[in-house]
């Protein structure tokens, strides 16, 4: 019987898509050796089996032990069992024991500080997928846990509680096999728990804390190798890319000494943090929103609170020695500080300042290039002899703004320097640019802090003076600086040269 193209084409395409199925399969062997490549794929690692037993569709491993030691720490791990079960449709389930021994040496093997713990996990189920050559795992536990059964300093037993709960987990990853590879993976958790104690008979210390819908996710690509240095990662172009997130969380920070306690009560809304590590540079964006912070303690005539509609910060920074230019930057947010009522009422009676709340904001970007690598064995030495690790070739000075008491100081620049150019100006490169600062309701400001006793009278007749030399009025209160460096070095303020 004659077959249409049509029908031959989706016979072809239907028996390709069972192919590619199949070839996507992973067995338990499979998934036992890509755990074996990776656990002593990192420093000076080693794996101890007690015995490997087949039934069936499931392969057990009994007694692993992973053990690494890297820069004169070392630490094991103790699974009791794995059960890695093929699921008939391409994919292993994976079962641990609920109870993960695991052993930390912070100084070196078989010394007399150490760390014991243990890693439970309530329901905790793994299923493995995609390829040999590309897994994903897909993993979930009603909660994980990791608690000190043990802390050891100097050969006496340390009195101290160490707990981190982790509750309704659930998170992927995938990684690719070979020399290089590539890593993802993805954590999500309605809730993390952290509670640590220490009492050494004289004083007590409590720690706890919670934050609510945390997630988490990152790249990667690494080599086969242990990773020392930032650095190592230039040999494949290797890299690290984080993101963390959560909703409202709480600490508590509680110290009792002497018999008096002092407790810290620490606040937030949603957090948010990403970092990004490349073989020639840092950077890192933090970002706190509705944060409140309350102290007491018994030796404090009243409680003290600040609240803040953000607290962020971030930065760009290089790592390595280059040629030519790299970025550089970093930014502060401060946004709306206030305290609370108590303290003012202390400092100003009468509100004769304006309680508003604080607020400094900054960013600076431009670039710059490393004279030697941060991790170069030389490098404390030649900082010690005076040698600037970073030249700064351009900065740009963007969104200044410090606003307080009922007044305001806004900013904005840019700069270049040349850096073959150490004699117009001694000792630093020669920058050539502007700035431009404004400020509104500077002097009704310190008007207010001199009545209420902030502000000396003869500081006051100081500031006032500087501002007459520096300053233009343009305005009710109203005040602008303008200062410029020409390429010949001069020095204008405000047209007026200076130098």
Do not use: C
């Amino acid at each position: 019987m004659r077959r249409s193209p049509f029908f031959r084409l989706l016979a072809t395409t239907s028996l390709t898509a069972f192919a590619s199925t199949a070839l996507a399969d992973v067995s338990a062997n499979d998934v036992w050796a890509n755990w074996q490549e990776q656990l002593s794929a990192y420093g000076d690692g080693r794996i101890t089996i007690g015995g490997e037993t087949y039934s069936g569709k499931s392969l057990t491993v009994d007694g692993v032990e992973i053990s690494a030691e890297t820069n004169g720490r070392s630490s094991s791990i103790l699974i009791p069992q794995i059960i890695l079960t093929e699921n008939g449709d391409g994919t292993v389930t994976v079962a641990l024991s609920p109870n993960i021994p695991i052993t930390f040496h912070p100084n070196a093997p078989h010394s007399e500080n150490l760390v014991e713990m243990v890693l439970q996990l309530v329901n905790g189920t793994v299923v493995v997928s995609g390829s040999p050559e590309a897994m994903v795992y897909d993993y979930s536990a009603d909660r994980m846990t990791l608690s000190a059964t043990q802390i050891i300093e100097d050969g006496e037993e340390v009195p101290a509680d160490i707990l981190l709960n982790a509750n309704g987990l659930q998170g992927q990853s995938r990684q690719t096999a070979g020399d290089v590879r590539d890593l993802s993976s993805s954590f999500a958790a309605s809730s993390v728990d952290v509670l640590i104690g220490f009492d050494d008979g004289e004083s007590r210390v409590d720690l706890s804390g919670r934050a609510s819908n945390v997630t988490a996710t990152s790249e990667a690509r690494l080599g086969a190798g242990a990773i020392q240095n930032i650095t190592d990662l230039r040999e494949f172009g290797g890299y690290l890319n984080a993101s963390y997130r959560s909703g409202p969380g709480t600490i508590v920070l509680s110290v009792d000494e002497d018999g008096g306690a002092t407790t810290i009560v620490l606040g937030t809304g949603n957090t948010s943090f990403d970092m990004a590590i490349a073989a020639d540079s840092v950077s890192m964006d933090s970002l706190s929103a509705d944060v409140a912070i309350n102290l007491s303690g018994d030796e404090m005539p009243f409680p003290i609170s600040l609240t803040a509609r953000a607290l962020g910060q971030s930065f760009t920074f290089p790592v390595v020695s280059t040629d030519g230019p790299m970025p550089v930057g970093m930014t502060l947010n401060v946004s709306d500080l206030a305290l609370d009522d108590q303290i003012w009422g202390m400092l100003d009676p009468f509100g004769a300042v304006p309680h508003e709340p604080l607020t400094l904001q900054f960013g600076i970007d431009g670039t710059g290039r490393l004279l030697f690598d941060l991790d170069d064995p030389d490098g404390d030495e030649k900082i010690a002899d005076g040698e600037s690790p970073l030249e700064i070739q351009s900065a740009n000075i963007s969104g200044l703004r410090l606003a307080f008491a009922g007044a305001e100081l806004t900013g904005e620049g840019a700069f270049t320097f040349d850096n073959t150019d150490t004699e117009t100006f001694p000792g630093m490169p020669r920058p050539e640019g502007r700035a431009r600062l404004e400020a509104i309701g500077l002097n009704t400001m310190f008007d207010r802090l001199a009545t209420v006793g902030l502000l000396p009278e003869e500081q006051l007749m100081g500031f006032r003076m500087m501002l007459g030399m520096f300053a233009d009025v343009v305005g009710d209160d109203h005040l602008v600086s303008q200062i410029e460096i020409t390429p010949s070095g001069q020095i204008l303020l405000n047209g007026q040269r200076l130098r």
